[in-house]
């Protein structure tokens, strides 16, 4: 019954406004899943362009990273070596103390002879002058005092100049004057 209310022609225009309707709607569709592949293929090539920067920055970082462990290893060793070295160094002088203390004991007691002998010939009425003994007894106490100082001066030092290089070879190297402004070195 409703075909027969409308005429004809209303029905054909009917007919050919649905057809545009529904080629305007492929075409908008064909658009748009063209458009959606654009962009997939637009991420899928940035992503591919990040994903490369980010290995050649992980490559570049460990490079780096390898040569400042190189580096530090290497100060640390010298450090190493330098404390052995002071270690050795405060042996030897305790071995040179020891050895200067037993000639200075060797010393007092041939001067205490020769005192003794001395003091039979003048008298038992005159003083007894040992000038020997004190600064023998100051000499002997301080030389090991001086030792112990010494050592631990010596292997202080060692360690500080270790400390510092160490870090100083973790620290990039300084730009030269020619390089542009945006670049600073780290202080």
């Known amino acids: 019954m409703i075909f027969g209310l409308l005429p004809l022609r209303a029905w054909l225009y009917a007919g050919m406004?649905?057809?545009?309707?529904?080629l305007a709607g492929w075409w908008h569709m064909s658009r748009v899943r063209a458009a959606e592949q654009a962009v997939h293929a637009h991420y899928a090539k940035v992503l591919g362009e990040i994903s490369a920067k980010t290995a050649k920055a992980e490559t570049e970082f460990r490079a780096t990273e390898t040569a400042w462990r190189t580096a530090f290893d290497k100060e640390a060793r010298d450090g190493r070596e330098k404390i052995t070295a002071a270690r050795a160094d405060a042996a030897a002088a305790h071995v040179a103390g020891e050895r200067m203390?037993?000639?200075?004991?060797?010393?007092?007691?041939?001067?205490?002879?020769?005192?003794?002998?001395?003091?039979?010939?003048?008298?038992?009425?005159?003083l007894d002058p040992s000038p020997v003994d004190l600064p023998a007894e100051l000499l002997a106490r301080h030389t090991r005092e001086l030792e112990i100082v010494g050592g631990f001066a010596d292997e202080l030092r060692a360690r500080g100049l270790t400390c510092e290089r160490s870090a100083d070879s973790l620290a990039p190297p300084a730009l030269p004057?020619?390089?542009?402004?945006?670049?600073?070195?780290?202080?």
């Open 17 to 22: 406004i649905a057809a545009l309707l529904a």
């Open 101 to 126: 203390r037993d000639a200075l004991t060797r010393y007092r007691a041939a001067a205490r002879a020769t005192a003794s002998t001395v003091a039979a010939q003048r008298g038992a009425g005159e």
């Open 177 to 187: 004057a020619s390089a542009p402004t945006g670049a600073r070195a780290r202080p």
